[in-house]
């Protein structure tokens, strides 16, 4: 059962900003509360004061200057319909149309899903590979964090105390991009994505970004499983997949749990990256 | 959840011994405990352990028995607690034995380690993990102390 707590209804980042540095620990972002009030009504984690950000806008898609700017306060639901997300990055509306339920999709926000930090959460890892910015907002004052170092460790984030998650910013680009998931219950066991470029007539493999989440503590980005391919040619890269997917799978960090084993979880990054890597490839 | 560690340590057994019974000093090693006190001296102890994973804090107040001491070589003792905010135990079975000669010594800990209740569902992997941060940083500041003191 929900222990009382006060509901404070700022009207602006900036308000709610000042609200969180007043009341520090007590207080927490009160966004769709499809993680938040799970854990609270379990009696798990119990605050004074739920800071409900509904009013303060932050629901908008644009496109601004090769640029895509997602309102960290969109929900699933808008994201999985959004025409403009469709035309602009499939592979992110794709994954947004499996995350969770239709129930969860339709009142959680991408911003509570990427703060809240579970582990098994599907959009932290494509975000990484889509070489993401998340805005953070402090009082008047804002900065970036890639998508890389915005998660820190199992429901930990380098958000400060009293700052918000504003918008989530996704650099416009020319390449091929796919995330999978395997998983037998509602939350995936492991994720991977990747976001390629082909490069030399196509011939090729241009930049590259691999990331993997949901194994480990927190989604993380390849960087030496991405070089086993960067600058590849096809047949190559091919050939080098799977030690690229042993890489990932050791550097993934995979914890054994109800989800599968940490060696079952590793041998499943291997086979999700060669696929995803395939998908992404031919999308080029 | 079962956890083994050895660590070595340049100190005599004697030395590494009277650190193990100095309860102060030992529970000090271990992140997040605090208030240990005597029940009943080389028998039982009390302490409160207190843990957070991301927003999630959890306050066990605990009782420590020992149930079997093999003077120098060998202490088997077993702790648990509840946190009755969230709804949740724990229960801890250690077996902390120690080797070697001279200056040298073999300070090895064995835990089985349960967790019930509602702590349980942030998962084993997660709670397994924490439970190993704790156990490494606890048994490098028991290293840490008695070869500093050295």
């Keep these: 059962m929900l222990r009382r707590f006060r509901l404070e209804e700022p009207e602006s980042v900036k308000e709610a900003s000042e609200v969180l540095g007043r009341f520090g620990e007590s207080a927490k972002i009160y966004a769709g509360g499809t993680e938040l009030l799970l ?34 306060l969109c929900t699933h639901h808008q994201l999985e319909s959004s025409p403009e997300l469709q035309k602009s990055l499939p592979a992110f509306v794709q994954m947004e149309h499996n995350v969770a339920n239709v129930r969860v999709r339709q009142a959680g926000t991408i911003g509570g899903n990427l703060c809240f930090a579970e582990p098994h959460a599907d959009p932290g890892t494509l975000l990484i590979a889509l070489g993401a910015k998340l805005v953070a907002a402090k009082g008047s004052s804002q900065r970036e964090i890639t998508a890389e170092d915005f998660f820190v ?20 680009a020319n390449r091929g991009v796919a995330y999978l998931k395997f998983g037998y219950l509602e939350r ?7 976001a390629l470029g082909a490069g030399d007539g196509k011939q090729y493999i241009g930049d590259i970004k691999i990331a993997v989440g949901c194994a480990g503590p927190a989604p993380k980005r390849m960087a030496d499983a991405e070089a086993l391919l960067r600058g590849k040619s096809r047949e190559e890269a091919t050939r080098n997949l799977p030690k690229a997917g042993e890489i990932a799978g050791r550097a993934a960090q995979a914890l054994s749990d109800l ?23 031919s999308q080029c | 959840m079962q956890f083994q560690k050895d660590i ?50 959890v306050e066990f ?39 070697g000669e001279g200056d040298k010594t073999t300070l090895s800990f064995v835990a089985g380690v349960d967790i019930l209740g509602k702590l ?16 490494d940083e606890f048994t490098q500041a ?9």
């Design chain 1, 39 to 72: 854990t609270m009504k379990e009696g798990l984690v119990h605050y004074e004061h739920l800071v409900n950000i509904k009013k303060v806008g932050l629901n908008q898609i644009k496109r601004d200057n090769g640029v895509i700017k997602i309102g960290a």
């Design chain 1, 153 to 172: 460790d199992a429901y930990e984030t380098s958000l400060e105390p009293d700052e918000l998650l504003t918008d989530i910013q996704v650099p416009e």
């Design chain 1, 188 to 194: 995936p066991s492991v994720g991977v994505a990747v």
């Design chain 1, 259 to 281: 989800h599968g084993s940490q060696e079952y979880k590793e041998h499943i990054v291997g086979v999700l990256l060669k696929r995803a890597f395939h998908s992404a490839l």
């Design chain 2, 8 to 57: 070595e340590i340049l100190a005599p057994r004697e030395k590494v011994w009277k650190f193990i019974w100095d309860v102060d000093q030992f529970i000090s090693c271990m992140p997040g405990c605090k208030e240990a006190k005597t029940v009943e001296e080389g028998k039982r102890y009390t302490a409160t352990m207190v843990e957070k994973v991301g927003p999630f804090k």
């Design chain 2, 61 to 99: 107040p605990t009782t420590i028995e020992i149930l079997e001491k093999e003077e120098l070589t060998h202490i088997k003792a077993q702790a648990s607690g509840a946190d009755n905010k969230i709804g949740s135990r724990m229960k801890i079975e250690l077996d902390v034995s120690l080797k």
């Design chain 2, 120 to 135: 349980a569902a942030l998962g084993h992997g997660i709670i397994k993990r924490k439970a190993d941060q704790v156990l």
């Design chain 2, 142 to 150: 028991v290293k840490q102390r008695l070869e500093g003191d050295a």
